[in-house]
């Protein structure tokens, strides 16, 4: 059973910088593009960053500058996600996303449970 666990959530200041986590468990061949989504109470999750396999990245607008989305594909399986320059607006549950290759290469989506980043003014 594939499994994503993220960490590094939590409350912090305006101005300030977090940097999430998101290790992926399980009977996997291989893992295609890797994202972090977010939303905020009454909204709809949208993307934030995206990785792909090779190194690609590509940001919301509104993060550009400030976010910065890194993997790790050796024994980790892990996405990251340096956030700085937090800002109030930046509040929301974030969920990380992985494509996940199955030992058949069919690609199946799976969802961390998300964590809590609460940016105070």
Do not use: H
């Not at 666990?5 to 939590?10: A, L």
């Not at 977090?18 to 994202?35: E, K, N, P, Y």
């Not at 030992?103 to 003014?121: A, C, F, I, K, P």
């Amino acid at each position: 059973q594939v499994q994503l666990v993220e960490s590094g959530g939590g409350l912090v200041q305006a101005g300030g910088s977090l940097r999430l986590s998101c290790t992926v468990s399980g009977s996997i061949f291989g893992i295609d593009a890797m994202g972090w989504y977010r939303q905020a109470p009454g909204k709809q999750r949208w993307l934030v960053a995206v990785i792909t396999s090779g190194g690609s990245t590509n940001y919301a607008d509104s993060v550009k500058g400030r976010f910065t989305i890194s993997r790790d594909d050796n024994a980790k399986n892990a996405v990251y996600l340096q956030m700085n320059s937090l800002q109030p607006e930046d509040t929301a549950v974030y969920y990380c996303k992985a494509e996940c290759l199955d030992y058949g290469l069919y690609e199946y989506d799976y969802w961390g449970q998300g964590t809590q980043v609460t940016v105070s003014s």
